[in-house]
């Protein structure tokens, strides 16, 4: 079989924000009825997490479970684990309503960091990003400038971005520009 | 009325101008018109105009709840083309803008009619596709249009960039005799003669309520008091569902705000209108050297003649695409119109569920283009209760399946 | 620019993450019923100058269709409300009575 590469090859560029295409992620849509004990399970066995709140991410030991919608999560683990996690996301939910889809190939990931991190991100998606407003842990689904993505931000201040594979080179040289070094606002400084 | 002429401007500069007339009579309203206009925009004042100038009806009010020109007429973008493709669409926009080519001299009144010529880019091989068939439609309608290839565009348009990041120019619908016309000229030339005739422009009064007997129209209610007609004509854009609410029947328009902006004069660079309906843009110059600048509708219903930030966005991207140069440009000013859309984009001319009530409504955006031909055709229908141009535009072609589709023309481009 | 807040997700979300569904609580006439009500329910749209009641979606964001009342003539919004209605829920007509008394949309009023 042929190696997996993911849509830019890891692409960077360092300006205002360090901007990262971060590689081949793992993803699973998974819909179902968030509030119930099943799902709550399986979800716990998958990732190690909870069913995160509304727009929260929750991280645990071997994934990431985001809100996507009032019953639609997006799990996330290591690339190459995926198909064992849709195949144990079946049995476990076998006769509960549901759906559990790898699409770890239709997205495209990146990172954003540094100092004016919020401000890069705030720059292209209509989003209060004020410090307080959108904190570590908070999951959005949004628009960055013409195209769909989703983002949240980690411990460490990393803004995470996912958005699909088809518009990455869009992602990634809107995310450039707006990290451009004669681009800045300073408006969270 | 005392005539503009050479002479006269040469006259009235010797006296500091002290000797002009006032161009149409402020007047109070009847107890009773054999006529009233609801609306005194283009096509309301167009309508008046026709039935006195051919129909001889000259006991006629134009109401207008502002001031005349101030609805859409006087905020549009003001591209005049007759390249439709259905029949009835090509002869009544061919009808306005052959009406367009002698108007001034008509009025004795510029309206600064300027056929520089129009062309509307194909940007994909859908639209090449679509154009071609147009330009063959027209052939047959007797319009004047021809289907040009990139190179042709290019020598028109120098500042037009070909190759498009997103979308190519493959070509252009190229209407020789279509262009622009100074908008609030056209209502106030229309006014003029209108007056002229005796007939009253009622501004700043309301029209509140339809008054009805037995199913016919007897009158109206107004801010300045109730007026009696034996006809009345709703002529009154995005607000026709407003008005035909009041005589009691529903139009099928919905009211959506369009926008314009227009950028700091330049010196002359682009001698033609441009259209970019694909990538949902399009440009002129004025006379005065802004670049003239239009775009698409919101998506929801409003009355605020005013629209959403990021259609402007959006438009101007589309022009920085088609004409690189206007990313350095500053934008001036920017306004909204509320237009009044129907499901197939073309307009309604036409008998209502009221006896002697006419509705026309539903110009969308892109009914500048039409006033003189509308007012033909609403003052016939009026007039005679028959109207050749309008009877494919009845309201009830929805009910009997005829719809004349232009949405492609009129519900993306102006 | 106009500012929804998704019932679903609790964003206040700007309407560039938005799409406008059109008129809310339609009725479908389809086969069977009059000429007259299948023309009205294809062609004729609420278009009030005033209130109004409309669908839209959050599209770029939990994807969920909802409801909203608000004001065409001023673009005050009311509030938003579930799409799992056929009719406007009695605490947003109480928020559309407060503002507008007297309101009426279609077979609705407060
Ligand atoms: C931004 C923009 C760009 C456009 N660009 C183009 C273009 O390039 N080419 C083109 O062909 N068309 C264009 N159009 C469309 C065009 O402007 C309209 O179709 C046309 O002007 C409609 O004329 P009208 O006389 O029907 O309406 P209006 O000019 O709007 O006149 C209606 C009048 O009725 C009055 N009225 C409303 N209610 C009442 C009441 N109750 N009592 C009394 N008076 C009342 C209003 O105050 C108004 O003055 C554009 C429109 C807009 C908004
Ligand atoms: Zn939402």
Request: glycine share 12%.
């Amino acid at each position: 079989m042929s190696d997996a590469v993911s849509a830019l090859n890891g692409a960077e560029f360092n300006g205002l924000a360090k901007v990262v295409e971060t590689g081949l992620g793992g993803m699973i849509t998974l819909r179902g009825d968030l509030a119930s004990d099943r799902i709550k399970a399986a979800v716990k066995a998958a990732t190690g997490t909870e069913v995160p709140a509304t727009r929260r991410i929750a991280i645990g030991a071997a994934g990431a479970a985001a809100w996507m919608s009032p019953d639609e999560l997006l799990l996330m683990v290591e690339y190459d684990r995926v198909g064992a996690v849709v195949a144990k996301l079946g049995e476990d939910l076998a006769g509960a309503h549901h759906m559990a889809v790898n699409v770890s190939d239709a997205r495209a990931c990146f990172a954003v960091s540094g100092p004016a991190a919020r401000e890069v991100i705030a720059k292209v998606a209509p989003v209060d990003l004020a410090p307080g407003q959108f904190e570590a842990g908070d999951f959005r689904r949004t628009r960055f400038a013409q195209v769909a993505g989703a983002f949240w931000l980690d411990e460490a201040g990393v803004f995470h971005i996912v958005c699909f594979r088809s518009v990455a080179a869009y992602m990634f040289n809107l995310l450039s520009t707006a990290a451009h070094p004669h681009a800045k606002v300073g408006v969270y400084a | 009325m005392k005539r503009y002429s050479a002479f006269a401007v040469a006259r009235e500069g010797l006296r500091y101008h002290s000797g002009w007339d006032r161009a149409w009579r402020a007047a109070a309203p009847k107890r009773h018109y054999d006529v009233i206009i609801v609306g005194a925009g283009g096509h309301g004042l167009a309508t008046a105009y026709y039935l006195g100038k051919n129909f001889g009806i000259t006991n006629v009010a134009v109401i207008e709840k502002g001031w005349l020109g101030g609805g859409n007429t006087g905020r549009n973008t003001t591209i005049i083309r007759s390249n439709y493709l259905q029949d009835p669409s090509a002869a009544i926009y061919e009808k306005a803008r052959s009406l367009y080519e002698g108007l001034s001299q008509d009025f004795n009144y510029n309206v600064m009619f300027s056929p520089r010529g129009v062309i509307m880019l194909a940007q994909t091989e859908h639209e090449v596709r679509g154009y071609k068939r147009t330009a063959h439609a027209n052939a047959l309608q007797g319009v004047a249009t021809e289907w040009i290839e990139p190179a042709r565009v290019k020598e028109l348009v120098p500042i037009i960039n070909l190759d498009g990041p997103r979308y190519p120019v493959l070509g252009g619908l190229w209407q020789e005799r279509g262009g622009t016309a100074r908008h609030d000229a056209v209502a106030w030339g229309y006014a003029r003669a209108c007056s002229d005739m005796g007939m009253d422009i009622i501004q700043q009064c309301e029209v509140t309520g339809v008054r009805t007997e037995n199913g016919r129209v007897i009158g109206v209610e107004t801010t300045k008091g109730a007026i009696d007609c034996d006809k009345l004509g709703m002529v009154v854009a995005g607000n026709c569902s407003v008005l035909s609410q009041m005589a009691g029947f529903r139009l099928p328009v919905e009211s959506v705000a369009l926008q314009a902006l227009v950028s700091e004069p330049i010196k002359p660079c682009m001698d033609v209108v441009v259209m970019a309906n694909t990538v949902h843009g399009y440009m002129s110059q004025s006379d005065k050297g802004e670049m003239v600048i239009g775009g698409g509708t919101d998506g929801y219903n409003n009355y605020t003649q005013r629209g959403s930030f990021h259609h402007i966005e959006e438009t101007v991207r589309a022009l920085v695409e088609t004409f690189p140069m206007v990313s350095r440009l500053k934008m001036l000013r920017q306004w909204g119109g509320i237009v009044d859309v129907t499901g197939d984009r073309s307009p309604l001319i036409s008998k209502t569920p009221v006896q002697n009530c006419f509705v026309n409504a539903g110009w969308g955006t892109g009914g500048f283009k039409a006033i003189p031909g509308s007012g033909w055709a609403m003052a016939e229908l009026m007039a005679t209760g028959h109207s050749p141009l309008a009877e494919a535009f009845s309201m009830t072609r929805f009910k009997e399946g005829r719809f004349i589709d232009e949405s492609v023309a009129a519900g993306v481009a102006h | 620019m106009l500012i929804l807040e998704c019932p679903y997700c609790g964003v206040h979300a700007e309407e560039t993450e938005l799409q406008a569904g059109g008129e809310a609580h339609l009725k479908r006439f389809g086969p069977g019923s009059s000429d007259e009500a299948f023309h009205d329910y294809l062609f004729l749209r609420e278009n009030p100058r005033g209130v109004h009641l409309e669908r839209w979606r959050h599209v770029n964001g939990c994807g969920k269709w909802f409801h909203a009342a608000r004001c065409t003539q001023t673009l005050e919004v009311f509030g938003t409300y579930r799409a799992q209605t056929s009719a406007p829920p009695q605490d947003i007509r109480d928020k559309i009575t407060a503002k507008r008394p007297g309101w009426t949309w279609r077979e609705f009023e407060g």
